[in-house]
């Protein structure tokens, strides 16, 4: 009967400690939505970079659609300026059931996660949307005239970057993969010219025009992060047949 009283209060207490996590997580949010809300001009003009050679103005297609793109725009933007808070407040979260060489693990490993991400994002908004951007609109415009929704607009942006977020953290989770004996250097070494094929595909849909040098400069990145990848997987399989 003890026992299960103990069990009892080890879940409340983890409960509680949950609750306390998301809590702080949804304090810095909302502070970051906030400001972010308040300055939403600034971050609107930062947006409209990449298409201001078109001269074009957002517009919005129903009443309630200006209110709800500027929240839902404050929301986003302040979830990922504070992401690096949320991601140590689920480790903080995890860390007491963890020893102390586990700790450091994960320690590191969020830390790697964390700036893969956010340079993924801004790789992705610096280089990769402009170029988008304007093959899609460019093409658009032979046969119609473009007329932007406001929250199209920002959603496209925003889910493009998160997207490209993702993929940078790609070749991490293929070392994690590595590590746990489920991918093997011979099989990255095979999905090699798939992955180039593939990016080389993507390159020529979107930016065609763009040039040989910002071609080069787009698919070095993600070239470099899976040969990376292989070359660590391998030195991973090594020192394990050592051991």
Known sequence: MADENIKDMSVVDHLRELRKRLIISIIFVAIAAGVIY????????????????????????SITE???????????TG??????????EIAAFVNPGLT???????????????????????????????LILNFLISYGQEYMNPLLS???????????????????LMPYA??????MSLLSSKILKKWRKYIIFFALTLEGLFLSNAGLFTC??????????????????????????KE
């Open 38 to 61: 308040d300055k939403v001009y600034y971050l609107i003009e930062i947006l409209m970079y990449p298409i201001k050679k078109f001269d074009l103005n957002l517009v919005y297609f």
């Open 66 to 76: 200006g209110f709800v793109t500027r929240m839902e725009l404050a929301i986003f």
């Open 79 to 88: 979830t990922i300026a504070v992401s690096p808070i949320i991601i140590y």
């Open 100 to 130: 102390k060489k586990e700790k450091k693990l994960l320690y590191i490993n969020l830390y790697f996660i964390v700036i893969l991400f956010l340079f993924g994002m801004f790789f992705g908004y610096i280089l990769l949307i402009p």
């Open 150 to 168: 406001g929250r199209t607009y920002f959603s496209f942006i925003g889910i493009f970057c998160f997207f490209i977020g993702v993929v940078f």
């Open 174 to 179: 293929i070392v994690i993969l590595g590590k």
């Open 216 to 241: 080069i400069l787009t698919i070095l990145p993600i070239i470099i992060l899976y040969e990376t990848s292989i070359w660590i997987v391998y030195f991973i399989e090594k020192r394990k047949k």
